[in-house]
T-cell receptor, first 114, second 113 residues
Framework: GDSVTQTEGPVTVSESESLIINCTYSATSIAYPNLFWYVRYPGEGLQLLLK?????QKGSSRGFEATYNKETTSFHLQKASVQESDSAVYYCALANSAGNKLTFGIGTRVLVRP | DPKIIQKPKYLVAVTGSEKILICEQYLGHNAMYWYRQSAKKPLEFMFSYSYQKLMDNQTASSRFQPQSSKKNHLDLQITALKPDDSATYFC????????????FGPGTRLLVL
C-alpha cells in the first residue's frame, strides 16, 4: 500500500531560524501521486498548506515551500525564517489514483520559541 | 465561520456503548470522508461518500457505520465501543470525489473507558 514517512517531532526552533521537515513517500496505487502538506494549529482542524500535482514542481504558501522530487520520492517542507505563529503540527500526505483517499504521515509537531 | 462542523468536540464513552459523531459541511461539497487518528499513528482513511453514496470503505469492522441523512451531513455511528476505538475522528469534504482538495473539520476526540 501507499505510505508516507516524515520527520518525527517535536522539532523545536527559535524564531527567525530556518525549518525543514522531511517527507518521503511510497506510492503503489499511482506512479505520480498528488502531494500535500496540511497544518493543524492548536485547537483547529487540518488546513491545506500547499499542494503539488506535477513532479518537479514547487508549491509555496505562507513562506513555506516544498518541491516534488520524483527521483528521491520526497516532498520536504522548508521555511527560511519561522515565526512563533508557525507552531503547529505539519502533515505530509499523498492522494491515491482515484484521488478520494489521502495517506498521511504521522505528523511533525513544530514548536517555535520566541 | 467554521465551514465544517463536528460535534461533539470531546466524547467519553464506556466499553460496549454506542455513540454517533456528527459532521456537517457548509462548503457546498459533494464528497465527504471520515479519517481517524489514534495515538502515535498517522491519520487513517475510513470512508468516502459521494452524493450520499458509499464510494470506499477501508474500515474492517462493521461496528463503524456512516450515515448520510442529507447531502452535507455524514455522521459516524460506532457500536459496541472498545478502548482501541479511542482516537480523534476527522471529517473532511471535497467538491467532488476525484482529485479534489479535501478540507477537514476540527475533529472529535473520543475516549473509550
Amino acid at each position: 500500500g501507499d505510505s508516507v514517512t516524515q520527520t518525527e517531532g517535536p522539532v523545536t526552533v527559535s524564531e527567525s531560524e530556518s525549518l525543514i521537515i522531511n517527507c518521503t513517500y511510497s506510492a503503489t496505487s499511482i506512479a505520480y501521486p498528488n502531494l500535500f502538506w496540511y497544518v493543524r494549529y492548536p485547537g483547529e482542524g487540518l488546513q491545506l498548506l500547499l499542494k503539488v500535482i506535477t513532479a518537479g514542481q514547487k508549491g509555496s504558501s505562507r513562506g513555506f515551500e516544498a518541491t516534488y522530487n520524483k527521483e528521491t520520492t520526497s516532498f520536504h517542507l522548508q521555511k527560511a525564517s519561522v515565526q512563533e505563529s508557525d507552531s503547529a503540527v505539519y502533515y505530509c500526505a499523498l492522494a491515491n489514483s482515484a484521488g478520494n483517499k489521502l495517506t498521511f504521515g504521522i505528523g511533525t509537531r513544530v514548536l517555535v520559541r520566541p | 465561520d467554521p465551514k465544517i462542523i463536528q460535534k461533539p468536540k470531546y466524547l467519553v464513552a464506556v466499553t460496549g456503548s454506542e455513540k454517533i459523531l456528527i459532521c456537517e459541511q457548509y462548503l457546498g461539497h459533494n464528497a465527504m470522508y471520515w479519517y481517524r487518528q489514534s495515538a502515535k499513528k498517522p491519520l487513517e482513511f475510513m470512508f468516502s461518500y459521494s452524493y450520499q453514496k458509499l464510494m470506499d470503505n477501508q474500515t474492517a469492522s462493521s461496528r463503524f457505520q456512516p450515515q448520510s441523512s442529507k447531502k452535507n451531513h455524514l455522521d459516524l455511528q460506532i457500536t459496541a465501543l472498545k478502548p482501541d476505538d479511542s482516537a480523534t475522528y476527522f471529517c473532511a469534504s471535497s467538491q467532488e470525489s476525484l482529485q479534489d482538495t479535501q478540507y477537514f473539520g476540527p475533529g472529535t476526540r473520543l475516549l473509550v473507558l
